[in-house]
T-cell receptor, first 116, second 114 residues
Framework: SAVISQKPSRDICQRGTSLTIQCQVD?????MFWYRQQPGQSLTLIAT?????????ESGFVIDKFPISRPNLTFSTLTVSNMSPEDSSIYLC?????????????FGPGTRLTVL | AQSVAQPEDQVNVAEGNPLTVKCTYS??????LFWYVQYPNRGLQFLLK??????LVKGSYGFEAEFNKSQTSFHLKKPSALVSDSALYFC????????????FGKGTMLLVSP
């Protein structure tokens, strides 16, 4: 397993501003993921972040809106840029400690973002 | 494309009674299947998974799930519900060939009454 922390745990932001969310893992992991959980909805994968390479974004998500950094094997950031009320969601990072589709992912506690 | 359906938005059960949370899936090949639980203001916690082998999978907190290939289902079960089991439950699937991303269902809220 892995212990994951996220900062901030919650924030209230103004329209047009940007927020950077940090994800820290207690062990080195190859694969990290960022998800969005909109109110009353399921988790939607934003991007996969592997250390040393550009993040891979899912359909409907672009780097200009959600830039991601992955400077090492224990840390990643997601920035929500030029925010609008539609970006109000819980943002979750997750990790998959071992490569292989049969492995479960471990999730951070989430960042609850409200955009006014 | 892969998908997961959780047909019930909410399941209500009395404490001590058995519970079932339903999940059906669709993948091109064979599936890896997962159940996660989310407590209020918490991240998702892994409960159990099916990779291959026995169709009945046992997981954390007394939960189990039954894989049924012909019905493409992976229902979550527990013989005796606890009030503390009240939470949001997510089923997830990924195809077991190569590497694919994890697709989640919309979640089912389980409410266990005393």
């Amino acid at each position: 397993s892995a212990v994951i922390s996220q900062k901030p745990s919650r924030d209230i932001c103004q329209r047009g501003t940007s927020l950077t969310i940090q994800c820290q893992v207690d062990s080195q992991v190859t694969m990290m993921f960022w998800y969005r959980q909109q109110p009353g909805q399921s988790l939607t994968l934003i991007a996969t972040a592997n250390q040393g390479s550009e993040a891979t974004y899912e359909s409907g998500f672009v780097i200009d809106k959600f830039p991601i950094s992955r400077p090492n094997l224990t840390f990643s950031t997601l920035t929500v840029s030029n925010m609008s009320p539609e970006d109000s969601s819980i943002y979750l990072c997750s990790v998959e400690p071992s490569w292989g589709g049969y492995n479960e992912q471990f999730f951070g506690p989430g960042t609850r973002l409200t955009v006014l | 494309a892969q998908s997961v359906a959780q047909p019930e938005d909410q399941v209500n059960v009395a404490e001590g009674n058995p519970l079932t949370v339903k999940c059906t899936y669709s993948v091109s090949g064979n599936p890896y299947l997962f159940w996660y639980v989310q407590y209020p203001n918490r991240g998702l916690q892994f409960l159990l998974k099916y990779i291959t082998g026995d169709n009945l999978v046992k997981g954390s907190y007394g939960f189990e799930a039954e894989f049924n290939k012909s019905q493409t289902s992976f229902h979550l079960k527990k013989p005796s519900a606890l009030v503390s089991d009240s939470a949001l439950y997510f089923c997830a699937v990924r195809e077991n060939s190569g590497y694919s991303t994890l697709t989640f269902g919309k979640g089912t809220m389980l409410l266990v009454s005393p």
